[in-house]
């Protein structure tokens, strides 16, 4: 997988990009000064012009990088400087590889300090055309996941998969909904409706880039309002939808 590079029209100091792509996405950009949040799948942090401060339980530390577990309430504190946000499929080769590159904790479960956090932030900089997907190496490796578990993840991410309930994901997959509720936690690190959810978010910023206006976009992806959307979106990744999508560019991610 090759990501989208930043587009030419777009300043690399001032213009947030924004990479969307089946069950990961990436945000390239200006500090956005988060309030604490949780999210609903793995989030790769890298400070790319300056360290950040991140904030868990009663733990506070200043890191360069931090993979934060989906379900983990924290606060990223970045007040100047550019950040790259990773959001990957839990459960995903990429996590279980780069996890084990992290070389320091903050808290019990957020894992620090990436072995070559400084090379990648330093090859942001230098990059004329920005991008991060290509740079972290984030693609399609080799699943090992149970295979039910990978035909409901790819159902979820179809355009009606952010409608579909328990029952009928465990129906499709052949497996009771208590096994399959069980198998899917044990399988991807997240409960069904986190990645639900987060299927949702992915299919809103795909449908927004089609033209479709925010509200349209929620509805059609499972939210019951846009109320609803913008509450979730806020809970999930600390700052309101409208707020971030003011001056970003939202490109495809290259399958």
Known sequence: MTGVALPETCSSRSCATIWVGQGRAAYFGPSLRLREHSGSVHCFALGVDEPFTIVCGGNERLVRSALIPPRTRHRLIAENGRMVFAYLDPG?????????????????VILSDHEDDQRLAAGLRAAASPDPLSLLEIGDHADQRDERIRAALALLRTERGGSLSVAQLADAVN?????FQHLFTAHTGTSFRRYRLWARMLHVARATRAGKDLTTAAIEAGFASSAHFSDSFRAMFGLSARRLAVGAVLVPDRP
């Open 92 to 108: 995903s080769p990429w996590v279980a590889r780069t996890g084990g590159r992290m070389t320091g904790r903050v808290g019990p």
């Open 175 to 179: 497996l009771s909904a208590s096994r």
